[in-house]
């Protein structure tokens, strides 16, 4: 990792310090993606078996995985894990549960009463990578929200085979429909609906970068997504009280997740950062994953800052998707943290906790988007609806406000729609 000094630095090498590192399409992953698209809209059900064949190696001749399948993997899971699945499923429940809106019912003035209402988005697909590293944890991070927001139908789409924990978690969520489908195919599938597959108006879930532009291209059609997705990243606030040990296995725990991850180090300590570095190497040796954590690293920083107010200055410009303090009284920094996914404070609050079982939502927006979005919540499996109904006193004494500002605007068909109703009033 690289070692800088902030105050040392010009603007622009500031800039540049607090780059990503450069997130391409590439026009043959894009044509790629075009070809599924347009395979899926015009053969349905035979592009998902020809497409699986093709990418996942797999002959099926069913794309609905049927409930005996899914009950019969409750036996194959260990009692640890099974047990380890349901504490972090009560936990996550619990938190977003909390979320549950209070419906707002006022009167403006008097015989002007405005509402807000929150309906449950009736069709949800939820999209969970397989591979070498079934995401099983994510399935509880969109599950158990879109089941408490009261989704009426929630799919689930995940390359075949399908792990056994990924059916079983599914199982304990309440999905009843599930699909042997992966990839980019699934997100068209989901979004334009085939014979089998059932069409879903929002698609929640991370993915490769075949899936991450099938989700940028059916919002163009019509289908909400989650968020924008991006490589993961973390960034970590440390004084001379952290534990270079600690912010290594940190930092390494989002490297490992891809080439094109980055971790950040921010502190005020420079003898900590050059501590934390050997932990890193120390570290790093006895991971399965170090060539990838490796390549991270190589576009990853370290950062000496003068003060713990600069140190949040920078972390806020950065805007993680992760954010650890590791600070002598974390909390009392909260206040100042404008611009991260998800927040880790204290010296026992690692990621990993929140990636599995504390309660919270993995799902976060990455790539700097925490400036502008959401961690994903209760609040977006569903939508908000604003009610208004005036008393016919309410509406009088609110007419000649209207009727002056629709004129002001020279929309005479609005004032009139007041004026209309008034005269009448006026008239009994």
């Known amino acids: 990792m690289q070692t800088l000094i902030w105050n040392n630095l010009t603007q622009e090498e500031k800039r540049q310090a607090l780059a990503r590192p450069a997130q391409e399409i590439g026009e043959s992953i894009k044509q790629a993606v075009d070809a599924i698209r347009e395979n899926v809209a015009q053969n349905g059900d035979n592009a ?63 015989g002007v009463r405005c509402q807000v209402v929150t309906r449950p988005i009736p069709r949800v697909g939820l999209y969970i990578p397989g591979g070498s590293a079934p995401l099983f944890s994510t399935v509880l991070m969109l599950a158990i929200p879109a089941k408490i927001a009261g989704c009426k139908k929630i799919v689930l789409c995940s390359p075949p085979p399908i792990a056994d924990e990924i059916l079983y978690t599914a ?29 879903v108006d929002k698609i929640f879930g991370p993915g490769n970068a075949f899936v991450t532009e099938a989700k940028r291209q059916v919002v163009q059609s019509g289908t909400a997504i989650d968020m924008p997705a991006g490589p993961s990243e973390v960034l970590v606030i440390a004084d001379e009280a952290a534990d270079p040990e600690f912010i290594a296995s940190d930092l390494l725990s989002q490297a490992e997740h891809g080439a094109d991850s980055q971790v950040i180090l921010v502190t005020t300590n420079g003898q900590l950062a050059a501590q934390t570095e050997q932990a890193i190497a120390r570290q790093l040796a006895r991971l399965p994953r170090a060539e990838t954590a490796n390549k991270a690293l190589g576009h990853s920083r370290i950062f000496i800052a003068e003060s713990l107010a600069q140190a949040v200055a920078i972390s806020n410009e950065y805007a993680p998707e ?107």
Do not use: W
């Open 48 to 110: 998902l078996f020809e497409l699986c064949e093709k990418f996942d190696k797999v002959k099926l001749t069913s794309l609905v995985v049927s409930p005996e399948e899914i009950v019969a993997v409750s036996a194959r899971i260990s009692p640890a894990l099974a047990q380890a699945i349901q504490q972090a499923k009560a936990n996550i429940e619990a938190f977003h549960k909390a979320q549950q809106n209070q419906e707002i019912d006022i009167e403006t003035q008097a």
């Open 171 to 199: 199982q304990l969520c309440g999905v009843e429909t599930i699909y042997a489908v992966g990839g980019a195919q699934a997100i068209f599938a989901m979004a334009q609906g085939t014979e089998t597959v059932a069409k």
């Open 322 to 428: 992760h954010l650890i303090v590791q600070t002598q009284n974390a909390r009392a920094l909260l206040p100042e943290l404008d611009n991260a996914g998800s927040i880790f404070l204290g010296a026992y609050s690692p990621e990993s906790m929140g990636d599995y079982a504390s309660g919270t939502n993995h799902v976060l927006p990455t790539y700097g988007y925490t400036k502008t979005y959401s961690s994903l919540g209760l609040a977006d499996f569903s939508k908000r609806m604003t009610v208004q109904e005036l008393s016919p006193e309410g509406f009088k004494n609110l007419a000649k406000t209207v009727e002056v500002m629709a004129e002001a605007e020279q929309l005479d068909a609005h004032k009139q729609a007041v004026s209309i109703r008034l005269a009448k009033l006026n008239a009994q």
